[in-house]
């Protein structure tokens, strides 16, 4: 049999699902993060299960709701598990009364079930079975109980007959339309033929509308609403007759609340959780843990390299296999313990609630910018990686928002970058390493923020459609799922430094160690690589103030893979020792040893925001929906971060040197603003206008 389940987003589907399945699929307590359907086997039996995106109405508004209502209408499931948060069931009940119009099984969850009586919520489930003619079990996915009664009902005959949720001239109304079309579904169909849903609505149909239009004339408002006013009413009486709930409860989380989601400490909050985050992965543990990785791997190199001279391998298989393959992927694997934790950091953010509070936090900065806190999300998934957050703009209900979200999710540092920085800031900014990264994350920020104003004003309309109403409650996060979390991400990077940037090291190798005559162990300098890098390192000439065929060859190898920047300049120096100190990649008589800290922070800037990952710019490709469309953001995100790279080089140097000329400065950056505006007002587009929200002035 068919199952499908169906909920409001967090109404915990996810959890139930991997229980049910033994799966392992991404849990989130924010609106999103199941986006594509996942389909498994339920333990036990033949049932087939698939979670589907979280959605509020059978109506297509979000990309979800379209995924959701052709899963019903085209894959045809036999029974569908609806799951409804039992803590917030008004919410819930929406849904429920659109899914009890479709001819399946249908089968209420209450979830959640253990909070009830935290919430002082009694919930009386013979009534509400009563009151709306489909079976309801208590469950908690979570604690995993009551579930077996949930998976047995699967079999059973569905006998109870549905409730009627309208009054009886649309009752009528419905069984008259229902007797003029063919096929399944006829009650549903028929109510969205009343509501003139454009997926079905058909003006030819002449009968049908007269039906339609006779019932009208009974009411002063169109039926979309007459028909919504009396699902919620059908609701409240409901919630009514079956939920007894006590007053006012004050609950942990409403108590957290008042201070993380603060007027005036919330931000500085957020400014000091986000600092400590990366101050901790790459400040403090990072250079606690990173050099013992790599003293390890280089005295690793120094075995292998023993044993294959030993073995009589010929001196440049053993280049290949020390110089090429350990040093490459060792410089990756060497920011593991790094990633450790600033996995488990973003994992605990999700799980305890806070990612939800900050998205909030953020919702109306971000609508005045053309997104919505919404677009948050994808930021913080994308610090782990770009393509789940790319990916992640799905929940994004405004089409023009979220393209706009998905092209600059990849300016936010991904995990991939942190080699880089750690690289860069642990060698060049020594004592202030930490803090040199935190300020390229807050240097990310202002780049999206200005980005996303003036594409919000130039490419894009300026519309805010989704703003976040809910907020789920906060979590002691389970030490299960955050160090399973932790782990996948851990071993999806591992796996890419075992496949993509291995094959990235030994094309680097090989050359870096053959010239074009294909002569082996000839000086660096003139090998393949060196000359290809120096045809077009004056590209980055202005944001280094040298020709560096090495840090250019490295820089377009980021387009790969962010991680081989790092791999390369290992590689190129000829050593994957002390990598973290950098203090032998950037020794004398490397490639890279005129760079210095303002070409060095230059450097950082133009990696962090030039063209991501191949990955990264197909995930864009997809979500933009054309070639052209994503070769134009690579574009953008390319030169935005080539003319900043290069601002900060030309003043980071000045300011080295101490010829930092203040007037030039300010006049220069005047001239920057009126001309930035000038091209602003010539793009802008029409007038501001935004859908209803609880925000703006314009709306209230
Ligand atoms: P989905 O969006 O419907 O797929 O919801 P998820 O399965 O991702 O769950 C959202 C959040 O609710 C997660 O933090 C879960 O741990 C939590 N959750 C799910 N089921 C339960 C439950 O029965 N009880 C409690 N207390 N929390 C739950
Ligand atoms: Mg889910």
Redesign the pocket.
């Known amino acids: 049999m068919k199952v499908a389940l169906v ?1 409001n ?8 699902f991997n229980y049910l399945t033994g799966m392992n699929a991404k ?3 924010w609106p999103g ?2 986006i594509e359907k996942k389909t498994g086997i339920i333990k036990g039996t033949k049932h087939e299960i698939t ?1 589907l995106p ?1 959605i509020y109405s059978l109506s297509p508004y979000s990309i979800e709701e379209d995924i959701s209502r052709k899963f019903v209408f085209d894959e045809k499931p036999d029974v569908i598990i609806n ?1 409804v948060d039992a803590t917030a069931i008004e919410r819930s009940l929406y849904l429920t009364t659109q899914l009890m119009e479709l001819d399946c099984k249908v089968i209420v969850a209450l ?5 009830l009586e935290k919430r002082g919520i009694i919930i009386d489930v013979k009534k509400l079975e009563n009151a709306l003619g489909t079976k309801v079990f208590k ?5 995993e109980t009551g579930i077996d009664e949930l998976v047995k009902e699967i079999d059973s005959k569905d006998d109870l007959t549905r409730t009627k949720t309208y009054d009886e001239k649309i009752e009528k109304a419905i069984l008259d339309i229902s007797k003029k079309i063919s096929g399944e579904h006829k009650r549903f169909i028929a109510v969205k033929l009343l509501e003139m849903d454009s997926r079905f609505y058909d003006k030819n149909s002449k009968e049908i509308d007269d039906i339609r239009k006779n019932l009208e004339s009974n009411y002063d408002t169109d039926l979309e609403e007459v028909i919504a006013t009396e699902r919620y009413d059908f609701i409240e009486k409901t919630k009514k007759e079956c939920v007894a709930e006590k007053e006012n409860q004050v609950t942990f989380s409403d108590k957290l609340d008042k201070v993380f989601l603060n007027k005036w400490i919330a931000f500085p909050i957020f400014v000091i959780v986000m600092f400590l985050v990366y101050y901790l992965s790459v400040g403090v543990v990072g250079s606690a843990t990173v050099d013992w990785v790599a003293d390890n791997m280089d005295a690793f190199g120094g075995w292998v390299g023993e044993n294959l001279e030993n073995a009589g391998a010929s001196e440049w298989v053993n280049s290949l296999v020390v110089d090429g393959i350990i040093a490459g992927v060792g410089a990756v694997l060497g920011f593991v313990p790094q990633l450790i934790i600033l996995f488990l950091c973003i994992s605990l953010l999700e ?1 305890t609630g806070y990612m939800s509070r900050i998205a909030l936090l953020f919702d109306k900065i971000f609508r005045r910018l053309g997104m919505s806190g919404k677009s948050l999300i994808p930021f913080i998934v994308g610090s782990g990686c770009s393509v789940p957050g790319i990916m992640g703009t799905r929940i994004i209900e405004n089409q023009d928002e979220r393209e706009m979200t998905s092209i600059l999710v990849p300016f936010i540092p991904c995990s991939a970058k942190l080699p880089i920085i750690s690289l860069f800031a642990g060698y060049f900014f020594a004592d202030n390493s930490g803090l040199a990264s935190a300020s390229l994350y807050f240097f990310a920020i202002i780049v999206i923020i200005v980005s996303a104003f003036i594409l919000s004003r130039t490419r894009f309309k300026h519309v805010s459609s989704s703003y976040i109403s809910e907020l ?1 409650d906060y ?1 002691v996060p ?1 030490v299960k799922y955050v160090a399973k979390d932790v782990f996948d991400k851990v071993l999806a990077f591992i796996k890419r430094a075992g496949s993509v940037i291995l094959i990235c090291s030994i094309v680097i190798w090989f050359l870096l160690s053959f010239s074009f005559k294909m002569e082996y162990g000839v000086d660096i300098e003139d090998s393949m690589l060196a000359s290809i890098g120096k045809k077009v390192s004056w590209v980055f000439y202005p944001m280094l103030g040298q020709n560096n065929w090495g840090a250019t060859v490295s820089a377009i190898q980021g387009l790969v893979a962010k991680e081989q920047v790092v791999s390369s300049m290992a590689v190129i120096a000829g050593l994957a020792e002390d990598v973290e100190e950098g203090s032998q990649i950037f020794a004398e008589g490397t490639p890279f040893a005129g760079i210095t800290a303002a070409s060095a922070y230059a450097f950082m800037v133009f990696n962090l925001f030039s063209a991501p990952c191949f990955g990264a710019i197909g995930a864009m490709q997809r979500e933009l929906g054309s070639t052209k469309r994503m070769l134009k953001a690579v574009l953008f995100q390319t030169t935005c971060a080539w003319i900043l790279a290069t601002i900060v080089y030309q003043i980071g140097s000045r300011i080295e040197n101490g010829t930092l000329n203040l007037a030039n400065v300010i006049v220069i950056a005047v001239i920057a603003i009126v001309v930035l505006c000038i091209i602003i007002s010539k793009f802008k587009k029409g007038k501001d206008g935004c859908a209803s929200c609880p925000y703006c002035d314009s709306c209230k």
């Open positions: 909920g987003q967090n109404s915990g589907k996810t959890t139930l849990i989130g307590n993060v199941t979670d979280g799951i979830n959640m079930a253990d909070l469950i908690s996915a979570l604690k799980t789920p979590k389970s």
